[in-house]
């Protein structure tokens, strides 16, 4: 069942098969209260199983990106804060977790849209995204220091992907705030632009010409065989292309090459 999103924390907009998950709380530079973090989660189930989907631009309302954990809101609710704190008993991933990692797990591309504030919580939910675009300006920090806490929301797990671990470190201990001018040139943003919706926008519809399944089947190539062996890499190129070849999208791709004409894709087959 399609739960209902709480329209004051979070929407879902489809623009054709581009869906754009905007966090609303703009009042509060989108800080996250768990209304929202449960609402993003399921905004990122809603998506998963939605395989007409072609891709998805993470982006805030008013001043800010995401300025992180709200916490005054969720410290002050005695009950919601022992829940939040029960959750790193868990032996297993975490509802703030999903927060960044279910994006990883969708099989279209997830691009975040940065501008104004992008915080703790913020930057980690970015950087569950596959592709981080931000204005120059834009406010960055893993701020989880200031608070005399650690990244517990995906952050160590995606960090490894983006930066060395001397810039992670530096990042992390000091909680230094940074530009997305420097982001980029850490690699911790991908491209910096004036109007990051509208570059995002422009990036997904360009990746829409591919067949969605060879699209689908790349990010999670990528994913698993960035890390570990060689062999291992290797034989995770091979599992996923005996996934795409020979499919329908694939014979789609192949007739409209040799007739050179783009011919419309069927929704996606790999979730």
Not at 70 to 87: C, E, H, I, S, W
Not at 169 to 180: A, Q, V, W
Request: one cysteine or more; glycine letters at 8%.
């Amino acid at each position: 069942m399609t739960a209902t999103l709480p329209a004051d924390r979070v929407r879902i907009e489809m623009h054709d098969k581009v869906a754009h998950v905007v966090l609303t709380r703009a009042d509060k530079h989108n800080g996250m209260d768990i209304t929202m973090l449960n609402a993003v989660n399921d905004a990122a189930r809603q998506l998963k199983a939605d395989t007409s989907v072609r891709a998805v631009i993470l982006r805030g309302e008013g001043p800010s990106f995401c300025a992180g954990l709200d916490f005054k809101t969720v410290m002050g609710n005695p009950t919601r804060a022992a829940l939040a704190y029960t959750q790193l008993w868990w032996p297993m991933r975490n509802d703030f977790q999903r927060w960044s990692m279910a994006w990883r797990e969708l099989g279209v591309p997830v691009i975040a849209a940065i501008h104004g504030n992008c915080f703790g919580a913020g930057i980690q939910l970015a950087m569950g995204a596959d592709i981080r675009i931000s204005t120059a300006d834009a406010k960055i920090s893993i701020m989880e220091a200031k608070w005399g806490l650690v990244p517990d929301m995906g952050g160590v797990a995606l960090m490894r992907d983006l930066l060395p671990m001397d810039v992670a470190k530096e990042l992390t201990f000091t909680g230094r705030i940074i530009s997305g001018d420097e982001a980029v040139a850490l690699g911790l943003v991908t491209h910096v632009d004036a109007d990051p919706v509208a570059r995002a926008t422009a990036l997904a519809e360009e990746i829409a010409v591919r067949s969605p399944d060879s699209v689908a089947a790349a990010k999670y190539l990528l994913q698993e065989g960035w890390h570990g062996s060689d062999a291992e890499a290797l034989s995770a190129e091979r599992r996923w292309q005996r996934r795409v070849m020979g499919g329908a999208n694939q014979r789609i791709a192949v007739k409209s090459n040799m007739e050179k004409t783009a011919l419309p894709y069927q929704s996606r087959r790999l979730k």
